[in-house]
């Protein structure tokens, strides 16, 4: 199925396509300030309808994870790293997904801080 998604104010809007049977709260330092609730997808998966330019990206500590957020209304629809394997991979947080009820898909708890 496909999902559709965006920040607070439109500023940043993106399709993904698949389906959200969970998603992991994680407890790492920005995680835990952010409480995102995170839904892996391949990149290939997903489709930005907003130019990229209007995405603004803060790394950390090793910089491989790009916590992107949109710069008029603060809210991080996504984040991009890769995954194992190599594969670019979308990290969604769910809360910013369209028709939903993120709250009722079931957390995984993922101890990001020993991480
Ligand atoms: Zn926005």
Redesign the pocket.
């Known amino acids: 199925m496909k999902y559709q998604g ?7 809007k993106f399709e993904a396509e698949g389906e959200i049977k969970d998603a992991l709260a994680c407890n790492c330092s920005i995680c835990l300030r952010k409480g995102t609730l995170l839904w892996f997808v391949p990149a290939t998966q997903v489709t930005l309808l907003t130019p990229r330019e ?1 995405i603004t990206t803060y790394t950390f500590n090793k910089h491989i994870i790009k916590h992107e ?7 991080q629809p996504f984040g991009e790293a890769v995954d194992p394997a190599g594969a670019p991979t979308f990290a969604i947080n769910i809360r910013c997904i369209e028709n939903i009820d993120p709250l009722a898909v079931p957390v995984h708890h993922y101890d990001g801080k020993s991480h």
């Open positions: 965006s920040c607070h104010c439109g500023n940043i209007n957020f949109c710069g008029v209304c603060g809210v």
